[in-house]
C-alpha cells in the first residue's frame, strides 16, 4: 500500500510544485498517485469559506482511492464556522475529514488531530502556560491505543520541529502519548516548514509534509510511504 502526505499547502492549490514566477503549468506528477492521500492541514492561508473550498475541491479531484485531511491553524473556517464542515463533508465526498476521530482504511486505524501548542492564539492551539500543557495531555489521551496511523497538525517535540533560529516547538505531551502507542507506525505531520522530511524512531516512521518551505514557495516534495504489511518505509523520490 502506498501513502502520499502533504501539509500546508496555505491555498497554493494550483501552483504547487512550481516557484514564483514560474509558468502556470502544474507538474502532474508533482503530487504522486497511491492508495491514500493524506493532508496534515494548513489547507488555506486565512482560512475563510471560499479558501477551504477551493482546497477541498482541489483534494476531491485527487486520483487516490482514500483522502484524507484535517484543518490545521490556518484553517480558522472549521474552528470559527462549525456547520462549515458538514458543508464540505457533504459537496466533497471523496475527501474525510478527521478532528479529533478516527477512520480505518483497509485495516489501518488513523486518528487525526488538529491541535498543536499556542502560537499568537491561532486556529486550534492549546492556551498558553500550565493550562496549555494540561489541554494537550487531555486531548492526546483521546488518541485510541491501537491507531496505526497519527495525524497532527504539528510535531511532536524534538522530531522535525526545528526552526530556522535552531529551536524545537513541537508538542512535548504529545510525545508522551506516542511513546505510549505500541501499535503506531506512522505519524504524519507540518507545521514547522523547515522541518520538512522523514525520522525513524523505533518501530515509528515520522513525516513532516510540509509542502510550502519557510518562504512559503510551495515547492517541498510530497512524502511517499510505502506499507508492506509490518513497516512503514519513506520512498526516496
Known amino acids: 500500500m502506498r501513502i502520499v502526505a502533504i501539509s500546508d499547502t496555505h491555498s497554493y492549490n494550483a501552483k504547487i510544485g512550481r516557484r514564483a514566477g514560474e509558468d502556470d503549468s502544474i507538474p502532474t506528477d508533482f503530487v504522486p498517485d497511491g492508495d491514500i492521500l493524506i493532508h496534515a492541514g494548513d489547507l488555506t492561508d486565512t482560512g475563510k469559506p471560499n479558501q477551504l473550498f477551493d482546497a477541498y475541491a ?4 485527487m486520483p487516490h482511492e482514500h483522502v484524507i485531511a484535517i484543518p490545521g491553524n490556518h484553517d480558522f473556517g472549521f474552528e470559527q464556522l462549525p456547520e462549515l464542515r458538514g458543508v464540505l463533508d457533504a459537496k466533497f465526498k471523496r475527501v474525510r475529514t478527521l478532528i479529533d476521530e478516527s477512520v480505518t482504511v483497509a485495516g489501518l486505524n488513523i486518528y487525526g ?5 499556542w502560537f499568537h492564539d491561532w486556529a486550534f492551539n492549546f492556551l498558553p502556560g500550565p493550562a ?9 489521551a483521546a488518541i485510541p491505543d491501537d491507531t496505526h496511523i497519527l495525524i497532527t497538525h504539528g510535531p511532536p517535540f524534538g522530531i522535525l520541529d526545528e526552526t530556522l533560529r535552531r529551536k524545537h516547538v513541537g508538542c512535548p505531551q504529545l510525545r508522551e502519548r506516542i511513546l505510549q502507542l505500541k501499535q503506531l507506525k ?4 507540518g507545521h514547522i516548514h523547515e522541518g520538512h522530511g522523514a525520522q525513524r524512531v523505533g518501530d515509528v516512521l515520522y513525516v513532516n509534509a510540509c509542502t510550502c518551505d519557510h518562504l512559503y514557495d510551495p ?3 510530497p512524502m511517499v510511504i510505502d506499507w508492506d504489511g509490518n513497516a512503514m518505509k ?3 523520490r
Do not use: D, Y
Open 234 to 236: 519513506a520512498v526516496q
Open 132 to 140: 496549555g500543557e494540561q489541554q494537550a495531555k487531555k486531548r492526546w
Open 113 to 117: 488531530s488538529p491541535f498543536t501548542p
Open 219 to 221: 515547492v517541498q516534495i
Open 58 to 61: 482541489w483534494l476531491n479531484k
Open 186 to 189: 506512522l505519524h504524519v505531520f
